[in-house]
């Protein structure tokens, strides 16, 4: 379970923040970090803060838009301690584990995504998760350092993985349901979506309103799998198809 998940950092400012979280991740036994656009990496100080986690720095991949790091994913969560004017299913991070417990697989990739520590994560990188986990916290006092927030939930999938153990799970033996749509996939849809509403009128690009961001929310909550998410591509093939559209 623990080798699906991957840790994904967003435009991090500060370089001991992703030192920081390498080493909670070690602690927790997953492996694999993702950078967005870091100010600075690599970095002697983030090496130092890593405290041993030197092997995860190592083996992190580096990406310039968020779309690339989650393009293999087929959940995909934010992390997020503010209200959205567009409200997004809200998970704790035991519920977030146990979701990713219930679908780990070998054809399974899962990416949990904490934001810059000035603002988290905007509305349009939001549009590529399927849920927001929000810890618990003090009401008068909810910030919470990337690398504590990043302990926290690492520890939660870990537990999810322990509690498999114990039981005799073996995900390679389950007999698992469809695989999901990626996150990809998705962004494929969604706009082969967009151009099939525009050539039947139903969606005007010059005043776009908020329509894409609610059926990206609907399907995203949906989590459609592989066979949902062929059905669905074949249906806006038809229907451009009907309206003389190739």
Request: hydrophobic share 45%; proline share 5%; aromatic share 6%.
């Amino acid at each position: 379970m623990l080798e699906t998940v991957k840790i994904i950092l967003v435009n991090t400012t500060h370089p001991g923040n992703i030192g920081a979280a390498a080493r909670a991740m070690k602690t927790m036994g997953l492996e694999h970090l993702a950078l967005v656009s870091p100010e600075q990496f690599p970095s002697a100080e983030c090496t130092a803060r890593a405290a041993g986690a030197d092997d995860i720095l190592a083996r992190a991949q580096v990406f310039s838009r968020l779309e690339e790091a989650v393009a293999e994913c087929a959940s995909v969560f934010a992390t997020s301690a503010r209200p959205r004017s567009i409200s997004w299913p809200v998970l704790t991070p035991a519920a977030a584990a146990e979701r990713v417990a219930t679908r780990a697989g070998a054809d399974f990739r899962a990416a949990i995504v904490f934001g810059p520590e000035s603002a988290g994560l905007s509305n349009d990188q939001l549009e590529l998760c399927h849920a927001m986990i929000r810890i618990p916290t003090n009401a008068n006092f909810s910030s919470l350092n990337v690398a504590a927030a990043v302990q926290i939930i690492c520890y939660e999938i870990n537990k999810q993985h322990l509690a498999a153990g114990k039981e005799g799970k073996d995900t390679g033996e389950r007999n698992l349901p469809p695989p999901l749509a990626t996150a990809e996939q998705m962004e494929h849809l969604y706009r082969h979506f967009q151009q099939t509403l525009t050539d039947i009128g139903y969606f005007d690009p010059a005043q776009p309103r908020r329509l894409m961001r609610r059926i990206k929310r609907l399907f995203n909550r949906a989590q459609l799998d592989s066979n949902e998410y062929n059905i669905l591509r074949g249906i806006l093939t038809a229907t451009r198809n009907a309206v003389g559209k190739k």
